[in-house]
C-alpha cells in the first residue's frame, strides 16, 4: 500500500467553480500535511500547509485535515485560469522524510 | 541566492551508461532530496539526506546511489542506466526546524535513457 494516494485525475472546471482536491495516507506518524503546485516543466511551489487536525484558509484556498480518517483536501474557490496547475499533496514525518501524492492535474476553462 | 542549482539541464544517456545528476544548493539547509516525475506523475522520492555523511533510501532507490560529502551537494549516480528510468529528476532542499519548512526545488533534469 502506498504511502500517500491522490487522485491523478485530470480535473477539468470552468472558471468560477469550487474545485475540491483529495489525498489519503497510511501511516500515522504524518504530522505535516502540504500542498504543493506545479506549473508546467516547472518544479514545484508549496502552496499551504496544516498541521494535525483541523482547517486552514488562506484568500480562495482552503486545506482541511482528518486524521482519523486519514484524509486531506484542498478546496479552491472562485477558481482562475491561472490555477490551472498540478497540485500534489505532501506529508512529513518530522523525521525529514517527505513524501507526494502522485499530484491532480487541474484545468480551469474560461 | 542562487537557491538550488541541477546540472545537466537535459541528457540523453545510452542503455548501459552511467552518469551523475548533480545538485548544490547555497541556502545551508540540512535536508537535500532527490525525486523522479514520469509523465503525469506525481514525485517519487529516490532517496534523501537529513545531513552531511547521512543519506536514506526512499520509495524508488533501486538503479541509484547518492553520497553527502557536504551541506551543499547531493549527487545522484546512475550507475548502468535502463529505459525505465527516463524521467525528470528533481532535487530539492529544505532547513530542519521544530515546524514546518518549505522544500525548494530545482528547475529539473531531464533524462532520456535510449
Known amino acids: 500500500q502506498k504511502e500517500v494516494e491522490q487522485d491523478p485525475g485530470p480535473l477539468s472546471v470552468p472558471e468560477g467553480a469550487i474545485v475540491s482536491l483529495n489525498c489519503t495516507y497510511s501511516n500515522s506518524a504524518f504530522q505535516y500535511f502540504m500542498w504543493y503546485r506545479q506549473y508546467s516543466r516547472k518544479g514545484p511551489e508549496l502552496l499551504m500547509y496544516?498541521?494535525?487536525?483541523g482547517n486552514k484558509e488562506d484568500g480562495r484556498f482552503t486545506a482541511q485535515v482528518d486524521k482519523s480518517s486519514k484524509y486531506i483536501s484542498l478546496f479552491i474557490r472562485d477558481s482562475q485560469p491561472s490555477d490551472s496547475a498540478t497540485y500534489l499533496c505532501a506529508m512529513d514525518n518530522q523525521g525529514g522524510k517527505l513524501i507526494f501524492g502522485q499530484g491532480t492535474e487541474l484545468s480551469v476553462k474560461p | 541566492n542562487a537557491g538550488v542549482t541541477q546540472t545537466p539541464k537535459f541528457r540523453i544517456l545510452k542503455i548501459g551508461q552511467s552518469m551523475t545528476l548533480q545538485c548544490t544548493q547555497d541556502m545551508n539547509h540540512n535536508y537535500m532530496y532527490w525525486y523522479r516525475q514520469d509523465p503525469g506523475m506525481g514525485l517519487k522520492l529516490i532517496y534523501y539526506?537529513?545531513?552531511?555523511?547521512?543519506?536514506d533510501k526512499g520509495e524508488v532507490p533501486n538503479g541509484y546511489n547518492v553520497s553527502r560529502s557536504t551541506t551543499e551537494d547531493f549527487p545522484l549516480r546512475l550507475e548502468l542506466a535502463a529505459p525505465s528510468q527516463t524521467s525528470v529528476y528533481f532535487c530539492?532542499?529544505?532547513?530542519?526546524?521544530?515546524?514546518?519548512?518549505?522544500?525548494?526545488f530545482g528547475q529539473g533534469t531531464r533524462l532520456t535513457v535510449v
Open positions: 496544516t498541521y494535525s487536525s
Open positions: 530539492a532542499s529544505r532547513p530542519t526546524g521544530q515546524v514546518l519548512t518549505e522544500a525548494f
Open positions: 539526506s537529513v545531513g552531511a555523511g547521512i543519506t
